[in-house]
C-alpha cells in the first residue's frame, strides 16, 4: 500500500543581513526565535542565507554589495536585516552604501511602522493607559521632501546657492493611499490620519490631499481625517487614543535611484534629519529597542525587509544587553508577510508575556541579557504550544 501523502509545509528563504554594531547580536537572537517556532509548529520551514554585507566588508573592499548581490537578494522571500553604521564610515556612505541600495530598486515603497505599549512597558505619557497608544504609521517611502533632486552651486561664492526640491507624483501618492487604507480597513477602528502640510507647501502637499482625497472614495468603511504635521505631534502626545493608522511623507529616504554612490555632501546633512513622527512615536512606546519597521513592496515583486528601527548602538556592541524585543516584533511582522499569521501572533504574545514578567534588558529598567531574554521567548513559545496541543 502506498505511503499515505505527508502535509507538505512552505519552506521560506530568507536573506539575513546583520551587519554592524547589535545587528549581529539581535538577529542571531531572531533567527534562534524563528527557527525554534517554526520547529514547534512544524507548519512551515525557513532557510536562511547569511550575507556577510557590512561597514567591514566595505573598508576591506571598498563596496557594501558585491557585484551581482542584488540579484542574488532578488531569489530570497524576505530580507531579515539587523543595523548598518560605524563610528569610522560616514553615515550617508553606510546607508546608501547597503540599506537604502535594496531599499530602492526593490520598491519597498511603503514603510511600515506599528507602535503600541507592550505589556509592562511604561510609556513617558504619564496618563496612557493600556490600549491607548496603538498605531500603524505609514510613510511613502520613495520620493517626497528627500527625492534627492537639488543641487549646489557657485560653492564658496558669496552667491552660493542650495536648492532642494521635493518631489511628489500621483502614481506614487496613490499607490501609498491605497496602502494606507487598506492597512486602516483592516485594524478594528478603520480609521485613517493623512498628515500634511499643505498651508504651506502649497503645490505637492496640495497633490497630496487631493489624491488621499480621491483614494478616500474607493474606501466607504473607512473613517479619514487630516492633520497638519505640527498639530500631529501634539495629538500624538495629548490624544494617543484618538489615532489608529497614520500615513506621512517620507522625511528619511531618497526616491533618485541611485544605488549607494555619493553624489555630494548635501547628502550628508539630508541623512542627519530623523522620521520625526516615528521617532516620536517609538520613543512615546518605551524604548527604541522594542519598535520595529517593515519596508515593503506591496507588489510582491520584489521581497520586502524587516529590520528593527534602532541602529548600531555601538555603546553596548558586544556587552550581551542590547534588547532583541525590536527583532522579534520585526521577525513576528516578517511572518505575518509572508502569510504565517498563526506563527506572527504566537511570537508577539510571547514577546508580551516575557515584558509582562519584567524578563527585559537594562534600556527597559531590566536585568536580563539579550540571550536570557531570546531562551526566556522560546521557553514561552514552548509552554504555549504544549498547551495548545494539550487542548
Ligand atoms: P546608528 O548611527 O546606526 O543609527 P546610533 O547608535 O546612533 O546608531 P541607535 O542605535 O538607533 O543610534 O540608538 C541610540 C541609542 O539607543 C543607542 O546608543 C543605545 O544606547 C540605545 N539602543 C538602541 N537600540 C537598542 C537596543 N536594541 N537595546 C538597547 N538599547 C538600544
Redesign the pocket.
Known amino acids: 500500500m502506498a505511503p499515505a501523502a505527508q502535509p507538505t509545509s512552505t519552506t521560506y528563504s530568507i536573506a539575513a543581513i546583520p551587519a554592524d554594531?547589535?545587528g549581529p547580536e539581535?538577529i542571531d537572537a531572531g533567527i534562534e526565535v524563528l527557527t525554534a517556532l517554526a520547529d514547534m509548529l512544524k507548519s512551515f520551514k525557513l532557510e536562511f542565507t547569511h550575507y556577510d554585507w557590512s561597514s567591514e566588508t566595505y573598508k576591506k573592499t571598498g563596496k557594501y554589495i558585491p557585484s551581482g548581490g542584488l540579484e542574488q537578494l532578488r531569489k530570497h522571500d524576505a530580507i531579515f536585516f539587523g543595523?548598518?553604521?560605524a563610528p569610522d564610515v560616514p553615515?550617508h556612505i553606510s546607508l546608501w552604501g547597503l540599506r537604502l541600495a535594496i531599499c530602492q530598486p526593490f520598491q519597498q515603497y511603503a514603510n511600515v511602522r506599528p507602535t503600541r505599549v507592550l505589556p509592562g512597558v511604561q510609556s513617558p505619557l504619564r496618563n496612557c493607559r493600556p490600549g491607548d497608544l496603538d498605531w500603524v504609521i505609514i510613510r511613502e517611502n520613495s520620493e517626497g521632501e528627500y527625492a534627492g533632486q537639488g543641487g549646489r552651486s557657485h560653492r564658496g561664492c558669496a552667491w552660493e546657492t542650495a536648492t532642494e526640491v521635493a518631489i511628489f507624483t500621483r502614481h506614487c501618492i496613490t499607490r501609498i493611499m491605497r496602502f494606507a487604507f487598506e492597512t486602516a480597513r483592516k485594524r478594528p477602528r478603520k480609521l485613517l490620519t493623512v498628515v500634511t502640510k499643505s498651508n504651506a507647501q502649497r503645490n505637492g502637499m496640495v497633490l497630496w490631499d487631493e489624491v488621499a482625497a480621491e483614494v478616500a472614495t474607493e474606501f466607504p468603511d473607512v473613517a479619514m481625517d487630516k492633520m497638519l504635521v505640527d498639530a500631529m505631534t501634539v495629538r500624538m502626545v495629548q490624544k494617543p487614543e484618538s489615532l489608529d493608522t497614520i500615513v506621512a511623507t517620507n522625511l528619511v529616504s531618497r526616491g533618485n535611484g541611485q544605488t549607494g554612490t555619493l553624489r555630494d555632501d548635501t547628502d550628508a546633512h539630508q541623512h542627519q534629519h530623523a522620521d520625526i513622527l516615528s521617532d516620536l512615536a517609538a520613543a512615546l512606546a518605551g524604548s527604541?529597542?522594542i519598535a520595529p519597521t517593515s519596508n515593503l513592496d506591496p507588489t510582491r515583486q520584489n521581497p520586502s525587509m524587516f529590520e528593527?528601527i534602532?541602529?548600531?548602538?555601538?555603546?553596548?556592541t558586544g556587552k550581551g544587553?542590547?534588547?532583541p524585543v525590536?527583532t522579534f516584533w520585526t521577525a513576528a511582522e516578517m511572518l505575518a508577510w509572508l502569510g504565517e499569521e498563526e506563527a506572527s501572533t504566537l511570537l508577539m504574545e510571547s514577546v508580551g508575556s516575557i515584558c509582562a514578567r519584567r524578563i527585559v534588558?537594562p534600556?527597559l529598567g531590566g536585568s536580563a541579557t539579550t540571550k536570557e531574554v531570546t531562551a526566556a521567548i522560546v521557553n514561552d513559545l514552548r509552554g504555549s504550544l504544549g498547551k495548545v496541543a494539550s487542548v
Open positions: 554594531g547589535i539581535v543595523a548598518v553604521g553615515d527604541i529597542g528593527p534602532h541602529g548600531s548602538a555601538f555603546d553596548i544587553v542590547a534588547n525590536a534588558t534600556d
